[in-house]
């Protein structure tokens, strides 16, 4: 999860503001304040959820969301008023679950489609891992979107040293070695670095196609740095006067579906791959774990970090046999240490990283065999639910497809009185937040 401390700074923020996410106002956030904010807010969640929650699922900003406010939210509000919409998102989803509403919810899933958002988030790491890699990348064609490597074959360095980490990981798993996922990170590294070193490849920086995509691997000159946290508290709730309730709305509407079944299809996908979730997919202690994980996302939004939300890349940690949350301490701290050795942080590629994301993946793919594919009103639902995940780059999107194509094809072929209608109630508003912008563009109108 280490990775986070480097790539969150770089979505929310920048080391100058030509290449920052700049606000409606043409503010941005430094690149290390963010690294500061993320590694503590991640440390500290990590540790409450272990504490209260006894699971091992780390925390931290979540991907789709810190993308979101980068991309979509901060064109029309402040840093400040964006952060304040995540704390408000974040109140929402603390609420849903302390009333048991969003137990509720997560209860009123099928089994299988269970089972295929643990399958679905298996096929979506791996597909990170491969782009963040660069054994897939895009095209730049209408068709085929995307294609192996450069030109259509592994050419760059940092992609042979990905499949290096993925053969050497695969084999230590193979022959069931303790820390097999550990090893294979830091053995690569030290590759990484010695290959840097001779060949001065150095990193893309969008300009460089042979690069390292996110960092080259070397050595820092030091490897402590005072961490600033001067984000810390820097919310305002001011987003609705600048642009308006309904639109203050909308925003709102899309942080919480996103966060709300992001988290829910990362947990069902984590539990099962613990062994802790039971045939229905229910796990120990499911309340408390929703509570905190809202908790995750007013906490991110005040600390400027973005909502932080439990983190598909807690499978790295099962995967070497965490079951309780006694590994969440352990990661936790070492993520509040993160705070002060953010400089180590820079050495391990996210090359590396991304073998170890596909080899998760496939781990949680093999779940598929307890899916039932006998009958098609569970196979279309289950299909969508698993591709629309990684081709779409978003959890919710495809629990969001799985749950419509459910009570819509298993109601019209005689079995309606199996679907709950709280399932309805969710896929109809799961319509809604997949025609958001056509809503958004009326709205403003």
């Known amino acids: 999860m280490a990775y986070i401390v480097i790539l969150n700074p770089l979505i929310l923020g920048g080391f100058s503001a030509d290449q920052a996410a700049l606000d409606v106002n043409g503010n941005w956030l430094p690149n290390a304040q963010v690294a500061a904010v993320t590694a503590l807010t991640a440390g500290v969640m990590t540790i409450l959820f272990g504490v209260i929650a006894r699971l091992p699922f780390g925390f931290a900003a979540g991907l789709g969301i810190n993308s979101f406010l980068a991309v979509s939210v901060v064109g029309q509000v402040t840093w400040s008023e964006a952060m304040g919409l995540v704390v408000i998102n974040g109140l929402i989803i603390v609420l849903l679950a302390s009333t048991g509403m969003r137990e509720l919810i997560f209860n009123a899933i099928p089994h299988q489609l269970k089972i295929a958002i643990t399958v679905g988030i298996g096929l979506f790491i791996a597909f990170i891992g491969l782009v963040d890699s660069g054994f897939v990348r895009a095209s730049g064609a209408a068709s085929p979107p995307v294609q192996l490597g450069d030109a259509g074959s592994v050419a760059t360095l940092p992609t042979a040293v990905f499949v290096l980490g993925l053969i050497i990981t695969g084999v230590l798993l193979a022959r069931k070695v303790k820390a097999a996922l550990l090893i294979g990170i830091v053995t690569t590294t030290v590759i990484a670095v010695i290959l840097e070193a001779i060949f001065k490849v150095g ?47 909308m925003l709102v509407f899309t942080l919480v579906f996103t966060n709300f079944f992001d988290a829910m299809g990362t947990m069902t996908g984590l539990a099962t791959e613990a062994g802790l979730a039971n045939k229905n997919g229910h796990f120990p202690r499911l309340k408390s774990a929703l509570i905190v994980e809202g908790i995750g996302a007013v906490a991110g ?35 509040i240490a993160a705070m002060f050795f953010t400089p180590l942080t820079m050495i391990v590629p996210l090359e590396v990283a991304a073998a170890a994301l596909v080899i998760v993946g496939a781990l949680m793919v093999s779940q598929i065999r307890h899916i039932d594919f006998s009958e098609f009103s569970i196979v279309l639902p289950v299909f969508l639910t698993i591709i629309v995940m990684p081709l779409t780059y978003s959890i919710a999107n495809g629990i969001g497809a799985g749950f419509i194509a459910w009570v819509l094809v298993r109601s019209f072929s005689g079995k309606a009185r199996e679907v709950s209608p709280l399932l309805w109630v969710v896929a109809l508003g799961f319509v809604f937040f997949f025609v958001r912008g056509p809503i958004e563009l009326l709205l403003a109108g």
Not at 241 to 247: C, F, K, N, V
């Open 203 to 249: 990193p893309s920086l969008g300009t460089n196609p042979a690069g390292w995509n996110l960092n080259a691997p070397v050595l820092p000159s030091s490897i402590v740095a005072v961490p600033d946290l001067s984000l810390l508290g820097q919310v305002s709730f001011g987003a609705f006067d600048r642009i308006g309730l309904l639109a203050g709305v």
């Open 301 to 335: 939004g005040a600390a400027s970090a973005s909502s932080n939300t439990v983190f598909i890349e807690s499978g790295a940690g099962i995967g070497e046999g965490a079951r309780t949350g006694f590994a969440n301490v352990v990661t936790g701290l070492l993520f």
